[in-house]
């Protein structure tokens, strides 16, 4: 069974940085993409960044100049570099995936969570002033 397990979520200031990760390295498909959501209390899921396996990113226009969505190949884990964090990004973070086995081409990117089908327990982000 697919695992997504995230990390390195916790409690920042406001302008601050921050990093989490997802250990996605039984997520082994060579055609996919793969997102990070977040969502606060009383808020739908929101779609934060996408990264697909063409190399594609995609970002929410939130966090856009903000966040940056990257993969490591070698370790399959997925990141996302948080900057200028501001208290409307306190949210728990989910790391996202949808895989394939053979594709005529790499999916394109998508922002919203009925195209994942795998996901991970969340990793909490608070931003506090």
């Known amino acids: 069974q697919v695992q997504l397990v995230e990390s390195g979520g916790g409690s920042v200031q406001v302008g601050g940085s921050l990093r989490v990760s997802c250990d996605a390295s039984?997520?082994?498909?060579?055609?996919?993409?793969m997102a990070w959501f977040r969502q606060a209390p009383g808020r739908e899921r929101e779609g934060v960044a996408c990264?697909?396996?063409?190399?594609?990113?995609t970002y929410g226009d939130s966090v856009k100049g903000r966040f940056t969505i990257s993969k490591d190949g070698g370790t399959n884990t997925l990141y996302l570099q948080m900057t200028d964090l501001k208290p409307e990004d306190t949210a728990i973070y989910y790391c996202?995936?949808?895989?394939?086995?053979?594709?005529?081409?790499?999916?394109?990117?998508?922002?919203?969570?009925?195209?994942?089908?795998?996901w991970g327990q969340g990793t909490q982000v608070t931003v506090s002033s």
């Open positions: 990264i697909t396996s063409g190399g594609i990113t």
């Open positions: 039984r997520f082994t498909y060579y055609f996919y993409r």
């Open positions: 996202a995936a949808r895989g394939w086995r053979l594709l005529a081409r790499s999916p394109p990117p998508a922002m919203d969570p009925g195209y994942y089908d795998t």
